[in-house]
């Protein structure tokens, strides 16, 4: 017997019909001959709803009692599911992320799942119930207080929870067709993907790509757990996000480039004239890193000889960029730079597949393509299958357009461009 | 140290602001220097909206999943009023029924308390937090599914606490100042009851006195636990339902009657035409209650000689009128009645007071004054403390007031008549 691990968001559970055809849906799968376990997130706008009650009550509420206010959000939504699901005639049993054994760390609000212990579901599977299960909340290892996962948090749970029962594939259920070579509001020629790996899913959701979150890939790949991305609203296949080939066979019809994330939420902050002694760069990173700030690129230029001082460029989230520059101020005379520049007029683009280990020519064909659309590149950092620049934000969609037509995303039937190499 | 056990319903706990005023009062409390463990319902209308969502996604839920839905309202609640109390300076936990060690059996919907575990609420009391706990809600014993109390269940929640942890007393806040002599909304002249027993009370409640419901009365009177009636609109002391004098001291200046309560939710079932042999009385009530429904009063008409035929009337909720009715006519035959009478137009009323015990002068002056005020009797029950009339719905209120004034209950200052024997 197959078992199937489906999410649904809180956008496929937006009211009481929603909530009916998410019902219709997993009962359809449950026929079909699968076991089926499924994780929902709070009603469409429930959670928004709790934070606004708490901020009446309190300007910084206990991380705790925050958990305990919004994992009613979830127990709401996986009662109700259930109950739809009974009145189809099907038996059921819905479980909080405690209940479910979703085992975490202690801190409240952005726990870290460290354990899955599924006994119940198990039980409760064994006994052909189909099983809702609360996202997003867990219970901490020792001291048992609520805890909540943070941004992510149910699609993490889902993962989690068919890694820990084995299942055969983990269902992301959501309110588009599944991941795309480009975000089609921008670039209108973008088509669903329909296979890509985890790698390369990691990189799209690090750069900026909103279906899945990092947390939730990272997750799948540490336990080669097929995710399949598809949309509530209809039947269509979306996208399989998959372990490598167990053959490590390399398969010449796959295209080289999956896709170009973007990300317009960060800033950039330049630190500068910092002396260029061992040490500052410490310093300065040391000092955004205790504010609780993460950083992603940085840039450190060529000091000039004159006056042995250097400027240190780093990108960070654009919700941070006060705190962050608050940070270094404090430590300005300790550091002994000069000024800071804050600039949140940047976009950031990022050219992600697994073709490029193998194919030399992808960086020139990409830096080429931003040349001759007159794109400028203030940044810019690499992995193994991934290119990322910073430009200017309002060049940012010209250039996200010029990437997937040069790399061949455009054609709707996946015939990408295949460098001189041997294909992924 | 003395503790106090507190409860705040839903009317206290509509908005933000009442929730901010509810959180003044607790920290109050413990400024006064008691420990404080608080049990709160769901917040105003949070109940009832949750029964609708559940309604429009099915129309028959599994109770399991009802109570998983329910749970959610006191929860939401409960994190708000801690987060409320943190607001205020002071350190503060809130606990799940479950979490609290509410142990119940595996009725959902109606669940009853079979043992309290409060270990985490001692824990907590002891490193000195506010308490704050979820009523109305369990885990059942072994099997650990979540459960709800029914009706009156965070007031019972309230007083089963207390009771486990030995409170010094168990404040119920209302929305009204405290049980009154009769309902104000009828008898202008009804008063405020200061100090009413246990046993009086318990009777007021199973008599249509709403503030407290009769299961936690029930449990405050198995252990002795004082209860405070009070408002949570106000600092005025409320009504003290207390255990009965240990020294067994009689007090002259108490009133030999506590208060008239009446019903007009119930309606009259009469089986008419019954064959007078033994056995049939039997058949009617194990229908009704295979049927699940509760009788109150019950009276059989003495049988008429020359057919053998009597008839039997007997009260019920009118809410289960129609079930009641239905249960009955499939047994017709069987049992061989002729018909059946259902009326709805009826009201209850009772006079309550310990004082009947030693003051044979009751009865007369009850019967006199009906019958003075033109109000005709239907059916009639009596405990030791307690005188109950069925009448026509359309007399009740002129009943109400006639016994509360010829039982000397109109004078605020509680100078009520004492009859020739030794008050209580």
Redesign the interface.
């Known amino acids: 017997m197959s078992l199937v691990v489906q999410k649904y968001g809180g956008s496929s559970l937006a009211d009481?019909e929603s909530?009916?055809r998410v019902a219709h849906r997993i009962v359809e799968t449950k026929k079909a001959g699968s076991d089926v376990c499924v994780v929902v997130s709070a009603m469409g706008d429930t959670t928004d709803d709790?934070l606004d009650?708490?901020e009446?009550?309190?300007?910084?509420?206990?991380p705790?009692?925050?958990d305990?206010?919004l994992?009613?959000?979830e127990?709401?939504s996986?009662?109700?599911v259930?109950?739809?699901i009974?009145?189809l005639g099907h038996s059921?049993?819905?479980f909080?992320g405690s209940?479910a054994g979703v085992i975490t760390d202690a801190a409240h609000g952005k726990a870290k799942i460290i354990d899955v212990t599924p006994g119940r579901i198990t039980e409760a599977l064994g006994k052909k119930h189909i099983v809702i299960v609360a996202g997003f909340q867990g219970v901490s290892q020792g001291t048992?207080e609520i805890t909540t996962l943070g941004r992510g948090g149910s699609d993490t749970t889902a993962v989690a929870l068919a890694a820990a029962l084995e299942a055969d594939v983990c269902e992301i259920y959501t309110d588009v067709d599944g991941i795309f070579t480009a975000d089609p509001r921008i670039v209108s020629t973008a088509h669903k993907i329909d296979r890509i790996s985890h790698d390369e899913m990691l990189e799209m959701a690090a750069s900026g790509a909103k279906i899945l979150h990092l947390r939730c890939v990272e997750y799948a790949r540490r336990f080669n757990m097929p995710i399949h991305v598809r949309s509530s609203f209809s039947s269509k296949e979306g996208t399989w996000v998959l372990p490598p080939d167990p053959e490590g066979a390399e398969d010449m019809e796959e295209p080289i480039i999956a896709g170009v994330a973007h990300d317009n939420s960060e800033a950039k902050i330049t630190v500068v004239g910092v002396p260029d002694q061992p040490g500052r760069a410490g310093q300065i990173f040391t000092t955004v890193a205790e504010a609780q700030v993460n950083i992603d690129m940085i840039v450190q230029n060529v000091s000039e000889a004159d006056t042995g001082l250097t400027d240190i460029s780093f990108t960070l989230p654009m919700t941070d960029g006060q705190t962050a520059v608050e940070a270094l101020m404090r430590t300005k005379d300790e550091v002994g730079f000069e000024s800071i520049q804050y600039d949140d007029q940047i976009g950031k683009l990022s050219l992600v597949g697994a073709g490029m280990r193998t194919n030399p020519g992808v960086s020139a064909t990409f830096f080429r393509a931003l040349a001759e659309a007159g794109v400028n590149i203030e940044m810019i950092s690499t992995s193994e299958i991934r290119i990322s620049v910073v430009t200017r934000a309002d060049q940012l969609d010209d250039a996200l357009r010029a990437l997937h037509t040069a790399f061949g995303l455009d054609s709707a039937d996946g015939e990408a461009i295949v460098y001189g190499g041997t294909g992924r």
Chains 1, 2 share one sequence.
């Open positions: 009481a909530i009916k709790l009650l708490a009446q009550v309190s300007p910084v509420p206990p705790r009692e925050m305990m206010l994992t009613a959000g127990r709401m996986m009662a109700l259930a109950m739809a009974a009145d059921v049993r819905s909080t209940q048992k």
